[in-house]
T-cell receptor
Framework: GQQLNQSPQSMFIQEGEDVSMNCTSS?????WLWYKQDPGEGPVLLIA?????ELTSNGRLTAQFGITRKDSFLNISASIPSDVGIYFC???????????FGKGTRLSVIA | EAQVTQNPRYLITVTGKKLTVTCSQN?????MSWYRQDPGLGLRQIYY???????DKGDVPEGYKVSRKEKRNFPLILESPSPNQTSLYFC??????????FGPGTRLTVL
């Protein structure tokens, strides 16, 4: 099936550092979603993006919908230990079709 | 409280013994879906349902069955489980197929 390519696959950062991760596709998406999965839990929606070029923040998190509609970026500022988890990008290929998920970026924060 | 519930949360079984994992949502969502999550493979969709009595195969449907007789419930059935179905399973629901809400997960081990 259609793949969303996330990078990096994993990151180890110091507490207080900023984090950037991205998601790319060969297809155009009209919606980009970013989820976070805490260890042992189900994914939880962080940010939803609906328009090309859109920049949306949720606390220390900022996500952008790429102008080409083939990519999206998630930034976390001043990381803290509770930011640890797996971050997934996702989107429907078109209309109300099922979501396609990236394989995730695993974030580890060293105190 | 709006939520997606799954039962059981943990299950250890043996090859060939039929099992059902239940999923229920209280948000009146039309769309429900099952995913499995395996290390390095991200979230892969097993089956989804756009509404009552409407189900479709996802990316990895082999060895699974589902039913959608009521809007709130979407059970996942393994008629003859095999060890390669050992995984972490998530149920999700949404009103539009986009911003999905995930259940807490069911960790299944097939011996």
């Amino acid at each position: 099936g259609q793949q969303l390519n996330q990078s990096p696959q994993s990151m180890f950062i110091q507490e207080g550092e900023d984090v950037s991760m991205n998601c790319t596709s060969s297809s155009i998406f009209n919606t980009w979603l970013w989820y976070k999965q805490d260890p042992g839990e189900g994914p939880v929606l962080l940010i939803a993006l609906y328009k090309a070029g859109e920049l949306t923040s949720n606390g220390r998190l900022t996500a952008q919908f790429g102008i080409t509609r083939k990519d999206s970026f998630l930034n976390i500022s001043a990381s803290i230990p509770s930011d640890v988890g797996i971050y997934f990008c996702a989107g429907p290929l078109w209309g109300n079709t099922p979501l396609v998920f990236g394989k995730g970026t695993r974030l580890s924060v060293i105190a | 409280e709006a939520q997606v519930t799954q039962n059981p949360r943990y299950l250890i079984t043996v090859t060939g013994k039929k099992l059902t994992v239940t999923c229920s949502q209280n948000m009146n969502h039309e769309y429900m879906s099952w995913y499995r999550q395996d290390p390095g493979l991200g979230l892969r969709q097993i089956y989804y349902s756009m509404n009552v009595e409407v189900t479709d195969k996802g990316d990895v449907p082999e060895g699974y069955k589902v039913s959608r007789k009521e809007k709130r419930n979407f059970p996942l059935i393994l008629e003859s489980p095999s060890p390669n179905q050992t995984s972490l399973y998530f149920c999700a629901s949404s009103s539009l197929g986009h911003e999905q809400f995930f259940g807490p997960g069911t960790r299944l081990t097939v011996l």
